[in-house]
């Protein structure tokens, strides 16, 4: 188009002002149709995009159904596979089960075949057994009767040279539990002591002490064998074997638990089961052993001498632990004597562990025979290796030196107090008998002061201490008057007319002990 202006010859601006505005009219539409081409351009994108994301969205969702369909299947499978699996093991185990029964049937029969084959033979050798223990049992019955009458001819002979003593001894007892029942008239002045009020008789060299000393000797040396005829045994037998080595260690460990205490039913659950442990032995009565052999004196006739040889064995376990308290703890702590005594008392006084209503307790004091002999009567000079066997002096080892002196009064008082321990308990308010009566810790009072004065040991001095330190007022309870008449001949006169040593000193020491704490002038 041309200019109007062109040809205007009076306005040369005005035609440049119509072409600039042409120009800018071409300018903007090239502008808009420009974005036009654009706009075009970019829907044609989003569309083939939009397209290509349907189309990929479409492929997943096929691959997606693709996949969950071959899952399924496979699911499907896996469930049949277990369900076949499953019915192919219920029918194994049914044809197992099956198989099983005939063969216990099969075995059914054949044991009961072969059980009527060998009924008749199993009754041949029962017959054969009972014919050899008939006649084994007939050959002992006689042994031990021959052995008993010999013994008794013996310990007639015994009795009758200890009888004037014995009778003494237990005439002061009888006196002595008719004043029970009135008070102990302690503070006023003791009567006189003399061999006939106090009746302590004299027992020097008597030999009807030195033969019951014997005999006790005899029975611990039984033990020790019976000891190695029940360890032989339980190697053949590993249940026995078990059994033996679970009660000697609970045996061990429950005396180890036994305290000295104020308190009531302190030892109440060591003693427990200590009995609990025992009465498991009185039910296997298989071994047996000759109890008359363990019986320092044996009744005269028995139908059958013997009893349970786990229960003996047991029982001389029990007193070895006993006695070993004693002289290790009762040595250092004399007041635990007291309780441990109080247990091996009440032991030997249940009725499931006597014989034929005797108490077994010999066993406990053979062991007392062994270790303290001059609680009863027996004496040696203490500068010989004879006289320190006699008097129970300890050695380190078997045949080595023997323990120092201060270690052998340790040992001597603890044993001291453990045979007042033992010796000193009423059972007046007690169903069960006493197993080893108090006439017992009488007569060892009286054997130990009626030696003669240049035998007296040290020793005695030391196991007098322990027997009466602390035993007083249970002394004087059983005897009365007579056990203060006792007090005054064994801790005055005694260290009076015998060599002084410091051990008669201590002993005498106890006068002033009695007069402050228990207001007993002696």
């Not at 006689?142 to 237990?170: G, S």
């Not at 000759?290 to 005269?300: G, M, R, Y």
Request: charged share 30%.
């Amino acid at each position: 188009m041309s200019s109007p202006y062109k040809l205007a010859t009076d306005s040369p601006s005005r035609q440049l002002l119509w072409e600039l505005n042409q120009l800018a009219i071409s300018t903007q539409e090239g502008f808009y149709a420009h974005l036009d081409r654009e706009n075009d351009d970019r829907e044609a994108l989003h569309r083939t995009a939009l397209a290509a994301a349907a189309a990929e969205h479409e492929r997943v969702r096929k691959t997606a159904e693709f996949e969950r369909e071959r899952l399924e299947l496979q699911v499907q499978h896996e469930r049949k596979r277990l369900e076949e699996d499953e019915q192919k093991d219920i029918e194994r185990r049914r044809k197992e089960k099956t198989e099983q029964e005939l063969a216990v049937r099969r075995r059914e029969i054949e044991l009961a075949k072969i059980d009527d084959q060998r009924a008749a033979e199993v009754k041949r050798l029962d017959e054969e057994a009972a014919e050899t223990r008939k006649a084994s049992k007939e050959r002992q019955d006689a042994e031990i009767a021959k052995r008993l009458k010999e013994e008794q001819v013996k310990a007639d002979q015994v009795r009758e040279r200890a009888k004037e003593t014995d009778t003494r001894a237990r005439e002061v007892a009888v006196t002595a539990q008719k004043a029970r029942a009135a008070p102990v008239p302690i503070t006023k002045a003791p009567v006189p002591f003399t061999e006939q009020s106090a009746s302590l008789p004299s027992i020097a060299l008597n030999p009807a002490w030195e033969e019951e000393h014997r005999r006790y000797l005899e029975i611990h040396q039984r033990l020790k064998k019976l000891r190695i005829f029940m360890t032989d045994g339980a190697k053949q037998n590993p249940v026995l074997k078990k059994a033996m080595g679970d009660m000697r260690r609970d045996i061990k460990k429950y005396v180890g638990q036994v305290r000295e205490s104020k308190e009531k039913g302190t030892n109440t659950q060591p003693l427990q089961a200590i009995i609990t442990t025992l009465k498991k032995a009185v039910t296997l009565t298989e071994p047996t052993v000759d109890i008359t052999t363990l019986l320092a004196f044996p009744p005269h006739q028995v139908d059958d001498p013997t009893g349970p040889a786990l229960l003996v064995y047991l029982l001389n376990i029990f007193s070895k632990a006993i006695v070993a308290q004693f002289i290790n703890e009762a040595g250092v702590k004399p007041l635990i004597a007291d309780p441990v005594g109080t247990v091996a008392s009440h032991i030997f006084a249940i009725s499931a562990f006597r014989w034929k209503g005797i108490s077994l307790v010999d066993i406990l004091i053979s062991k007392m025979h062994i270790v303290c002999p001059v609680l009863f009567g027996i004496y040696g000079p203490d500068q010989s290796d004879r006289g320190k066997q006699r008097l129970g002096w300890g050695q380190e080892e078997k045949g080595g030196p023997f323990v120092p002196e201060q270690r052998h009064f340790e040992r001597m008082t603890g044993l001291g107090a453990g045979y007042a321990g033992i010796s000193l308990k009423n059972y007046e308010k007690a169903q069960a008998e006493n197993p080893y009566p108090d006439h017992h810790y009488w007569q060892a009072l009286a054997r130990m002061t009626n030696i003669p004065p240049q035998e007296i040991t040290q020793t005695h001095f030391v196991v007098l201490k322990g027997m009466i330190e602390h035993y007083e007022a249970k002394f004087l309870q059983f005897y009365g008057d007579a056990a203060v008449a006792a007090l005054r001949h064994v801790l005055v006169e005694l260290p009076r007319r015998s060599p002084p040593s410091i051990a008669a000193k201590s002993l005498s020491g106890l006068v002033d002990v009695l007069r402050r704490d228990k207001k007993l002038s002696l």
